[in-house]
């Protein structure tokens, strides 16, 4: 049977692709392990996933690692995922360089360990001149925090007087948000079977194709990333128009 990698339309590869990966905990729950090995085996998916979206095209991928609301658990697992954060950059940035993937972080990194931060920008400084995928990964990060950080900087812009009320618009608005510099996901992915966004990308993900897998995250591969997006090209996106004027 035809790959689903070979089904893929290379003409209408999705530039931004945004994954919450959900399902670590109980996909070591099954196995009998302690949630922090379902984290570890996490990163291999995420390995996986980074090497399929360079492969085909994909310009952006934003993968929703940790949320605000992640910091309320307990202070060992916190401590372990941001331990891993650590361990999984270092091991994996040569590849990433091989790979030609650039890195960037989005969400309220001001919380972040100090330590973490320091990993982060020295992988991503050395990432800088690639020319290849964009890899952002969302840490201490939530889709209301986004609007309501966008909002202040904006707030400070009008008192300030760089800019003036009758100039905001959608564009203008989405030039405060982090993602700034890349277009809004075309196609959302969840993993773990739970129909729910999370406060990840919200004012970003208006008019995204949702993918929901029943698939744990450390069992999601690449080609289970090349199955969603031929889903994704398989659907008619009307953007609130008429079948009729999409053809015309
Ligand atoms: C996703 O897996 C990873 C993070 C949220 C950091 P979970 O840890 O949420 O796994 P489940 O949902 O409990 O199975
Ligand atoms: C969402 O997963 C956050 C990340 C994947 C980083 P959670 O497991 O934290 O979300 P809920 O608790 O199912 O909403
Ligand atoms: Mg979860």
Redesign the pocket.
Known sequence: MESFRDRIDNNKVPKHVAI???GN?RWAERHGKVRVVGHEHGVDSVRSVVEGAGEIGVEHLTL????T??WDRPKSEVQALMELLVHAIEAETDSLMENNVRLDAIGDLEHMPSHVLDKLNSCRNRLQENTGLNLNL?LS?SGQWDILNAAKKLAQDLADRKTNVEAIDYDLFSNYLSTSHMPNPELLIRT?G?Y?I???LLWQIAYSELYFTPKL?PDFRKDDLFEAIVDYQNRERRFGKTREQLTR
């Open positions: 919450i990966m959900d905990g929703y690692a940790f949320s609301e992640n969302a990060y773990s739970e729910r999370s406060n990840f995250w």
